[in-house]
């Protein structure tokens, strides 16, 4: 469903095809895109993991960052992808007010990452210093806030590329999730 045509065969695609198949059942869209560049997308993962974990991230707290940001750029893709995950780890409310950015269900640390993540994906050329002084008082350390900056950045950058590739939310995803948190979700790309 990209605007690609299918990868060629290589090791790389095949071992992303059956790291799919064997967690969801089916390959995703968006690595349907990565599995032209395996190595690429190995490199970018272990980016995100080695970078959220330096920032002091929980998987919740990740799913903050990715969802504002992914909301900012409107990109449904990871919108359906990380609000799935963040419906199972609290509940639909949340995750309609991760979409919509609703501060209400967060702590002061949340809505601080969230409001950094729109930032840094909409106009990071727009930072001010009171905005990093919100991430110092939300707990974070200057070698944290860089790490966590990193990991917004690149989120961005892979929504993008999916996005400007064609990558779609894949179906099977896109109903197995919470019909009020998918019809919060009202930009990007439909469903394929």
């Not at 198949?21 to 089916?26: E, F, L, Q, R, S």
Request: hydrophobic content about 45%.
């Amino acid at each position: 469903m990209t605007f690609l045509e299918e990868p060629a065969p290589s090791a790389g695609q095949e071992r992303l095809y059956a790291a799919d198949v064997a967690d969801h059942g089916y390959v995703w869209d968006l690595t349907r895109v990565w599995a032209h560049q395996p190595e690429a997308k190995d490199q970018l993962m272990g980016l995100f993991a080695s970078t959220a974990e330096a920032a002091g991230l929980t998987p919740r707290e990740r799913a903050v960052i990715v969802i504002a940001q992914a909301a900012a750029v409107g990109d449904s893709y990871c919108a359906v992808a990380w609000g799935q995950r963040l419906t199972a780890w609290a509940d639909p409310q949340t995750a309609i007010a991760a979409l919509t950015a609703d501060g209400e269900p967060f702590s002061e640390r949340e809505q601080a990452l969230a409001a950094w993540a729109r930032a840094v994906a909409r106009s990071p050329g727009s930072s001010t210093p009171q905005d990093v002084q919100r991430l110092r008082d939300a707990g974070f350390k200057e070698p944290q806030i860089v790490a966590l900056t990193i990991f917004a950045g690149l989120r961005t950058a892979f929504s993008s590329i999916n996005g400007a590739l064609g990558a779609r939310p894949d179906i099977a995803m896109a109903e197995n999730l919470d019909p009020a948190v998918r019809a919060a979700i009202t930009w990007g790309r439909t469903p394929g």
